[in-house]
């Protein structure tokens, strides 16, 4: 009895343990499934990912809307401020080298590990470290992430633990209106 009981607590603690571990990661043909709110409104979006040397190209999808938002290589390794473009203005958005979509930038990433903060937008974010708050979960494991917080007012990000492409799992408390959550991750 003693022995099953044993065994049955170490399932639960590694099956808590492994569910708090889970890192999404980016390859070819990688789809991200994100929740919208845009000004009042929901919608849900589709972003799948190609890859290229080290550029990355989101195919984003959303309400009839679709474009391929270019990020260049220079921006996936050094970019310093994020696109909030909604794919609406052109089949193909070839973003600024400094731009990136749904991520931070590898550098910036470091900055944050190395650091505890990074700047992005003109904008100072701060690693949050206290225990996470109202994380995010994918098929009940919840996603390893860095929480930050915007030091000129209460935007905060949750950034997953990946170097290679820290995407942008959760964005609340916008000012510029637009939250965003990933909800589901999809190799094709």
Same mark, same amino acid.
């Given at each position: ?120 937008? !003109?904008?100072? +974010?701060? %690693?949050?470290?206290?225990?996470? &708050? =109202?994380?995010?979960? #994918?098929?009940?494991? *919840? ?9 000129i007012d209460e935007t905060e990000m949750w950034?997953?633990? !990946?170097?290679? +492409?820290? %995407?942008?799992?959760?964005?609340? &408390? =916008?000012?510029?209106? #637009?939250?965003?959550? *990933? ?6």
């Amino acid at each position: 009895m003693k022995n099953i009981f044993l065994m049955i607590l170490f399932c639960i603690v590694y099956q808590k343990g492994t569910s708090q571990n889970y890192i999404p990661t980016i390859k070819n043909n990688t789809e991200l499934n994100y929740v919208c709110k845009l000004h009042g409104q929901t919608r849900t979006l589709s972003l799948i990912a190609q890859t290229a040397g080290d550029g990355l190209t989101f195919k984003l999808e959303t309400r009839g809307v679709k474009s391929s938002i270019v990020m260049l290589p220079e921006a996936v390794k050094n970019g310093n401020a994020l696109s909030f473009n909604q794919g609406e203005y052109a089949p193909v958005l070839n973003l600024k080298p400094t731009e990136t979509f749904f991520m931070i930038s590898r550098s910036a990433y470091q900055d944050l590990v190395k650091n505890s903060s990074f700047v992005y937008n !003109n904008t100072t +974010y701060v %690693l949050d470290k206290n225990e996470d &708050k =109202n994380g995010v979960s #994918i098929d009940g494991k *919840l996603i390893d992430a860095l929480h930050v917080i915007a030091q000129i007012d209460e935007t905060e990000m949750w950034i997953i633990k !990946n170097p290679e +492409y820290p %995407l942008i799992c959760k964005i609340a &408390k =916008n000012p510029l209106g #637009i939250n965003f959550t *990933l909800v589901k991750v999809a190799d094709k």
